[in-house]
Structure formats: C-alpha cells, structure tokens
C-alpha cells in the first residue's frame, strides 16, 4: 500500500469520508493535503487514522487524543524540499507564476461579483419603472393614494367605504 484516497481509507477503516477528513484537519501537521487540497495517506498517516479509531472506540475525545511521533518524519515537508532545491532564477519565476494566477482570481472574483450586482441593478430598475408606471396611471385616473393618517383613522377600520376604496387600491396593483 502505497498511498490511498479519503475514500479508500474511510472504507478500510469502516467511517465514513466526512469523519476521516474531519479527523485530518483536526491534526494538520500529521496529514498533508496534495496540490488540489485533497488528502493522500502514506501507510503510517492510514496507520494514524486508525490509531485514532480505536483512542476513540476507547471512549477517549477527539480533543485528547495525542498522536505518536513518526521517527521516520522531519519537519520538512516535500514541497519545501523542492523549493529548496530550486535554483533563484526558477524561484523566481515560480513566484511570478503564482502572482499571476492570483491576480487572474482576483479578478475572476470581481468580474463574478460585478456582473451580479449589475443584475441587481437591472432589476431594481424595473422595479422603480413599474412603480413610476403606476403612479403615472393613478395621475391619470385621478387616484388619490392612502394617505397613512386615512389609513389609520377608525373609520376606515371596519365595512365602510374607505375599506372597499382601500381593497380596490391595493388590487389596482396587483
């Protein structure tokens, strides 16, 4: 077994993919994501998971469980070793290709969040021309709309006939 999968592992192991990712970002500096973001596991990072089955069949939280020291491990990972292996001017251009590829995010990003607060605006401007529509018929037909004061005087409150002017007012807009 070289390396395997979330998926992989979660059958092996019986857990679902949920609770095995959930298990490796809860100890980022023993399980290391690929170039994608997703987790591969070594034989001994499978061997972790499963020491962390069994603390928690054991009863023991999540929170407590302190995973052992791989012997083998350095601090360093492999990508700081190929950086670090990398020659300045590759260095450099490597840094310019990242720069690059952040930018074109960024503006990926913006260009999304432009064209959606343009629809936005689209449609509050037909809304107000509706509305400008409507208060031009109602010039036209001579509607006086509710005032609020009229709206809330007694009178207007039960069967009168504020009460059928005002249920016709609001079916005129709809």
Do not use: C
């Not at 407590?64 to 601090?75: F, G, H």
């Not at 292996?85 to 590829?101: A, K, L, Q, T």
């Amino acid at each position: 077994m070289n390396t395997m999968k979330t998926k992989d592992a979660s059958v092996q192991l019986g857990i679902s993919q949920t609770t095995v990712k959930r298990w490796a970002s809860h100890y980022p500096s023993s399980f290391q994501k690929d170039h994608l973001g997703h987790y591969i596991f070594s034989e001994y990072e499978f061997n972790l998971l499963q020491y962390i089955k069994d603390q928690i069949e054991l009863g023991n939280p999540l929170d407590q469980i302190e995973l052992p020291i791989n012997p083998n491990s350095t601090s360093v990972d492999a990508s700081e070793i190929e950086l670090m292996s990398m020659d300045e001017p590759n260095m450099i251009s490597r840094i310019y290709e990242v720069e690059r590829s952040l930018h074109q995010k960024a503006d990926e990003v913006v260009s999304a969040q432009v064209r959606q607060h343009r629809t936005e605006l689209e449609e509050l401007r037909q809304v107000v021309a509706q509305l400008a529509a409507t208060v031009e018929t109602m010039q036209k037909k001579n509607i006086k709309p509710v005032s609020q004061r009229e709206a809330l005087q007694p009178s207007s409150l039960g069967n009168t006939p504020g009460r059928a002017r005002k249920k016709r007012f609001f079916r005129f807009f709809f």
